[in-house]
């Protein structure tokens, strides 16, 4: 029996659609009749382990670098992205600390610094697209509407933070991450044990992405 026999008998008059008697005028919880329904079974859930879902290249690494403007395969292509963080995230050039010479940095579209005016427009037409920095030559701002996984089986080494759809795509294309640690984000531990075991990571304390030392960088995950 039910261990409240009166509470019982009110919700079964509201599963039939009949107003809840007034305590004061019910019947006696000892006389009162109840009954208890049955239990359904708990639907049965299987969990099945599933490799990374991820979204592949269009289109091959010498048509997005040619289109980027970067003919010389012995430059290094560092893609700056932050995903859905890209409007929170700050930071800002710092000349030789930031880049070397042979290194060209490609920045999303939407994480581009608000106080970096663009320079010469080229768009190839395909999607890649660029405006170079008008201070910095090294900077490329990305079209709105690029193919990310295009450009980063394009790039050398991705800057960025550790999430599903960056580890995914930088594991597939065997494209290193070099990742900005957050705090209180519970998929982080996880998907880094991804990047370890497939070698591709390396860390940048926040510090240094916020003032641009980024040098050492790039070639430590480039060496990955």
């Known amino acids: 029996a039910h261990p409240m026999p009166w509470l019982e008998h009110q919700h079964q008059r509201q599963r039939q659609g009949q107003q809840p008697l007034d305590a004061s005028s019910s019947p006696s919880p000892a006389t009162t009749t109840t009954t208890t329904p049955t239990t359904a079974r708990s639907p049965c859930t299987a969990i099945h382990e599933m490799p990374l879902v991820v979204r592949k290249a ?4 010498a048509e997005v670098r040619r289109e ?3 003919l010389d395969e012995g430059t290094g292509l560092l893609l700056l992205m932050f995903g859905g963080l890209s409007g929170t995230v700050s930071w800002k050039s710092s000349g030789n600390k930031t880049l070397a ?24 037409g395909g999607g890649g697209g660029k405006r170079k920095s ?3 030559e090294q ?3 990305l079209d ?17 933070k550790i999430g599903y759809g960056s580890v995914s795509e930088c594991v597939f294309h065997r494209t290193p991450l070099i990742y900005v640690p957050r705090e209180n984000f519970a998929e982080e531990p996880e998907l880094k044990q991804v990047l370890e075991r497939h070698e591709t990571c390396v860390e940048m304390s926040a510090k240094a992405f916020a003032t641009g030392e980024w ?6 995950g480039q060496a990955r």
């Open 101 to 124: 010479e042979n290194w060209v940095c490609a920045v999303c579209h939407a994480i581009w610094p608000e106080d970096e005016e663009d320079g010469t427009s080229d768009n190839g």
């Open 68 to 70: 980027l403007g970067i």
């Open 139 to 141: 900077f490329i701002r």
């Open 134 to 136: 008008a201070r910095n």
């Open 144 to 160: 709105r509407d690029v193919y990310i996984p295009d450009v980063i089986n394009a790039s050398d080494v991705v800057l960025g």
């Open 58 to 61: 269009r289109r091959t690494r």
């Open 215 to 220: 040098r050492g960088g790039p070639s430590k």
